[in-house]
Every structure is written in C-alpha cells, then in structure tokens.
C-alpha cells in the first residue's frame, strides 16, 4: 500500500516552455501532498504543500506563479513549472499524506532538464 | 524547517557489517521518520517513530526516538550489497503544519 506515481519520470524542453509533472497516490486519498525539489548530492527542498480543494502553500523564495500547483482531487496534484529556464532544471519529488497521518510517501521524482 | 545534523555524511561498508547513522535536533520532534534513496529514485520510508524512547525494528533496521526527543538513530545490522544508498532523517513537529525536515543525508557504498 501508499504508493504514489509520478509522470513523467523525466522531461526535455526548451528554455521559455512550460512542463507540467502529475503526481497520483494509487491506493489511498491524499489529503495533502507535497512538491520538493532535489540538487545532485543534495537533501529535498520543500517548495509547497497543498490540501485537496485549497491553494497551495509555498515555502519562503518560491515563486508561486512560476511554479503551478493544482491538487483538484483526492489523488492528484500537478505542478507546472511556467515560462522554464536552464536554472530550473532539477529532480522534482512529490510525496502524500492522508489525513491524520504523519509519513509521506514518495513518488519516483520526474527528471526535468530545461535547454 | 529546522535543521537537522545527520551523520556520518558517508560511510563505506563490508558486506556484514552492522552500520549506525544518526540525527539530532536543537528542537524537539513528534515524529521522526528515515528514508532510503536509490539513485534517481524517490525516498521510500523505512521506519516511523511517533514516542520518545521508542525502539521499532523493521527487519534488519532499527530505529530509536530518543528519550529528548531531539535525536534519533538507525542502525543497519549485517549489511548486504542493497543496503547502498543515501538514508535521510526526518522530523516532524505538530506545530509545523506537518512538514518535513530533512537532514543533508548519509551516503552508504560498498568498500572495495
């Protein structure tokens, strides 16, 4: 139990496009999910976290219009990475929770390489 | 999020050996989680710990919340190949709207 899937695993695009990365949990209700950014021989970055139906929460030097979170249901949320530029190229991890629940569970990361 | 010290920042291991990681905190936690990273994968949690004081093994890991609540350690006893990776630590406090903090990491290779 308490996988969560990403798509896609990785993503090419040219500088000025805009990409966008689901995250799904596959066999329970995620009430709020989380976006995470990864440097090479680095720990996770939180970027925001978002609850089912509500706005996201960015964390501090985020930029929320750059970056899109959409969690429109209990099992998928989406970040948009707008208007992408060669310094946005990262590994992007999401992770969900159900409710009343502490652990997060992770998805696979998506690659993305901006050129 | 706050910060957490997690050493070693990397350890070589012989298969068999038992290897210990830790973590510690200036601020006190509610829960502590570990993670283990494959390259170019995602974290998949090994062990919760939601009590101080409290020792929970899951197969040949063990993890303990320490009595301070402050720290935290995982032990990995009689390593094989697999156990590679890089394990995270991670706290969690009520008061923080359930998020993470990570620690920088602990690098685990196989020694030549």
């Known amino acids: 139990g308490a996988v969560v899937s990403q798509h896609p695993s990785w993503v090419i695009c040219k500088s000025g496009t805009s990409v966008k990365i689901e995250c799904r949990s596959l066999?329970?209700?995620?009430?709020?999910m989380f976006w995470y950014r990864q440097f090479p021989k680095q720990s996770l970055m939180l970027m925001a976290t978002?609850?089912?139906?509500?706005?996201?929460?960015?964390e501090q030097g985020v930029e929320k219009d750059k970056f899109l979170i959409n969690h429109a249901s209990l099992t998928l949320s989406t970040l948009t990475v707008t208007s992408a530029h060669p310094e946005d190229s990262s590994f992007y991890i999401c992770?969900?929770?159900?409710?009343?629940?502490?652990?997060?569970?992770f998805g696979p990361g998506t690659r993305l390489t901006v050129t | 999020g706050q910060q957490l010290n997690q050493s070693p920042q990397s350890m070589f291991i012989q298969e068999g050996e038992d290897v210990s990681m830790n973590c510690t905190s200036s601020?006190?936690?509610?829960?502590w989680l570990w993670y283990k990273q494959d390259p170019g994968e995602g974290p998949v949690l090994l062990i919760a710990?939601?009590?101080?004081?409290e020792l929970t093994s899951n197969g040949r890991l063990t993890a303990q919340f320490g009595i301070t609540r402050k720290d935290s350690f995982l032990n990995i006893s009689a390593s094989i190949p697999s156990d590679v990776g890089i394990y995270f630590c991670?706290?969690?406090?009520?008061?923080?709207?359930?998020?993470?903090?990570f620690g920088a990491g602990t690098t685990v290779t196989v020694r030549a």
């Open positions: 710990l939601y009590k101080a004081g």
């Open positions: 991670a706290g969690l406090t009520l008061t923080n709207d359930y998020k993470l903090s």
């Open positions: 601020s006190i936690f509610n829960t």
């Open positions: 992770s969900a929770s159900s409710s009343g629940s502490f652990e997060q569970y």
């Open positions: 978002s609850n089912e139906g509500s706005k996201a929460t960015y």
């Open positions: 066999d329970f209700q995620a009430t709020t």
